[in-house]
């Protein structure tokens, strides 16, 4: 069965750059037609959508996001990376990675990883 696993260190300095890695066992990241998500929650918020890479490498941003978001992959080790700058206070959050599994009339979020907090703090 597919996996998925957030790391990365949990604290993070202002303006300094939030990098994560997803790694994903059990199924590869280039199969059709699959789509890496980052999604993140703020505490005492709601879930907010990242980004994705698909699985022909192509990236996808939130527009709020996208001035800061760097989404990559290396496919030789089955993982995809997130990368933030310029963090502030207000990006400290629950970061997850998640697939997407696309079909020609509808999409599922079918896989989670468990989440890695991430506070920004000096």
């Known amino acids: 069965q597919v996996q998925l696993q957030e790391s990365g260190p949990g604290l993070v300095k202002p303006s300094q750059t939030l990098s994560l890695t997803c790694t994903v066992s059990?199924?590869?990241?280039?199969?059709?037609?699959?789509?890496w998500s980052w999604i993140r929650q703020p505490p005492g918020k709601g879930l907010e959508w990242m980004g994705a890479i698909a699985y022909s490498g192509n990236t996808y941003y939130s527009p709020s996001l996208k001035s800061r978001t760097s989404i990559s992959r290396d496919t030789s080790k089955n993982q995809f990376t997130l990368q933030l700058n310029s963090v502030t206070p207000e990006d400290t959050a629950v970061y997850y990675c998640a697939r997407v599994s696309a079909g020609p009339y509808l999409y599922e979020y079918d896989c989670w990883g468990q989440g890695t907090q991430v506070t920004v703090s000096s």
């Open positions: 059990g199924g590869s990241i280039t199969t059709n037609y699959y789509y």
